[in-house]
């Protein structure tokens, strides 16, 4: 197994195709079929749960920016945050991956990336820690982060 590396399905055919990180940028296609992968369906239109043993493949190695939301069932502004999250993620797929961590049932990252309070989210670039919006903000402030991750 290729360790540095994410999986993209084909929008054709639905094979999983293994894809090097270092090779991101190049025009990849479908093992079986042919067809140009379309790097878009590594980034899904909703906010995707992630646990400590997805976590390293979804954001760590992901390709891109990430932003995770590391959140609690309990928290009134968690539960108000997640369908923004879900709307920004629609609105920016193909540019930014959306992932939410449950805190209550994933400590260890939690305390990994230092969270000490909910909702809290790090937008990771290429693997590496970016930037940290803490509590629940406007819509507004959250894509003004988005835009300067996209920019650098």
């Known amino acids: 197994m290729v360790e540095d590396s994410f999986i993209i399905r084909c929008d054709k055919c639905g094979t ?4 090097p990180r270092s090779r991101s940028t190049d025009r ?3 093992g079986k079929c042919r067809a140009p992968l379309h790097f878009t369906t590594g980034y899904p239109r909703y906010a995707i749960a992630v646990d400590e043993r997805t976590f390293e493949n979804e954001v760590i190695k992901f390709p891109g920016p990430v932003v995770v939301l590391f959140w609690a069932t309990w928290c009134g502004h968690c539960r108000g945050l997640l369908p923004l999250v879900d709307q920004l993620a629609s609105e920016y ?3 930014v991956k959306f992932v939410k ?3 209550d049932k994933n400590q260890s990252l939690a305390s990994r990336y230092q969270v000490q309070s909910v909702p809290t989210m790090i937008e990771f670039k290429n693997g590496m820690l970016f930037n940290r919006i803490l509590g629940a903000v406007p819509k507004d402030q959250i894509v003004h982060h988005l835009k300067a991750i996209l920019q650098k």
């Open 16 to 19: 999983k195709n293994r894809i």
């Open 101 to 103: 961590v449950d805190l």
């Open 93 to 95: 797929t193909g540019l």
């Open 28 to 30: 990849a296609v479908c």
